[in-house]
């Protein structure tokens, strides 16, 4: 906003009282403002028209201070919506931080497609490679250290630092995202997945080593069997649906991808 333009808003702020009170003196001065015995327009007496003249200009500031007031909301909506838009992209890219270790190709090369969406890691055969992982084998990805990477480790790592860019980003934009972005969000954030199992999946493994470091742990607890847990089904349909929310870029069956725009 020009310096110019600030000290017309100043202007139209003062305006409608001076108009108001100016009104006010002429009501009471109460000089004659009809003319009964004047033809035509010539009954308006010079007072009158000062009186119609003040209400005209009444008229045009309250509409000025109108036209102000709502562009200067539609600006705020404007930059709003502006803000809310960077917090849900933020919220994108942390959604796929705390899940790329399972989203990545590296599970899935050799068996079958990546999945494309959430959604895709309720299907059955793909639930059933990923409960066969061995989460205390070595981990293709790097950290830029020289040790070994282990499964359970980045997968624990991933949710960890997911979890917190969700939490930070909840806070800076919080007065800026709907009320349904924010409750789906949180809801994936408190699911028990991500808070019970991935969020502690190093107490999971060290559980079930036995004291033997090398022993293999299977991720046995997204098998699609009588022994699973409907908080795995729960959290992918949780996390897609907060992520249609945030704006994901959406397949051709309409469920949103992992992939950012």
């Not at 950290?143 to 991933?158: H, P, V, Y």
């Not at 808070?195 to 098998?223: M, P, S």
Request: proline content about 4%.
């Amino acid at each position: 906003m020009t310096q110019e333009e600030k000290r017309r808003f100043r202007f139209l702020d003062y305006a409608p009282p001076i108009v108001a009170f100016i009104a006010a003196i002429a009501a009471v001065v109460g000089s004659p403002k009809w003319d009964t015995a004047a033809p035509g327009v010539a009954k308006i007496t010079l007072f009158g028209w000062l009186v119609l003249a003040i209400g005209l200009l009444a008229l045009v500031t309250s509409l000025l201070v109108t036209s102000r007031n709502k562009r200067e909301q539609a600006r705020q909506r404007e930059t709003k919506a502006r803000i809310a838009s960077i917090g849900m992209r933020q919220l994108l890219r942390a959604f796929q931080h705390a899940v790329h270790p399972i989203a990545s190709d590296s599970i899935w090369r050799r068996q079958c497609d990546a999945p494309e969406s959430p959604l895709d890691l309720l299907d059955s055969e793909r639930r059933r490679i990923l409960a066969t992982l061995d989460l205390n084998s070595t981990s293709p990805y790097a950290d830029g250290s020289f040790e070994e990477i282990k499964w359970f480790s980045m997968l624990g790592r991933a949710a960890r630092e997911g979890s917190e860019e969700i939490t930070t980003t909840l806070q800076i934009y919080a007065s800026y995202l709907s009320p349904d972005v924010m409750d789906a969000t949180t809801k994936v954030l408190y699911s028990d997945f991500l808070r019970f199992r991935l969020l502690h999946i190093h107490e999971i493994v060290q559980a079930n080593t036995y004291r033997d470091a090398n022993r293999a742990i299977l991720f046995f607890w997204v098998a699609n069997d009588e022994m699973h847990s409907p908080d795995y089904e729960e959290f992918w349909k949780l996390l897609a649906h907060a992520m249609t929310l945030c704006g994901a870029e959406a397949a051709k069956n309409g469920q949103p991808k992992f992939s950012l725009r």
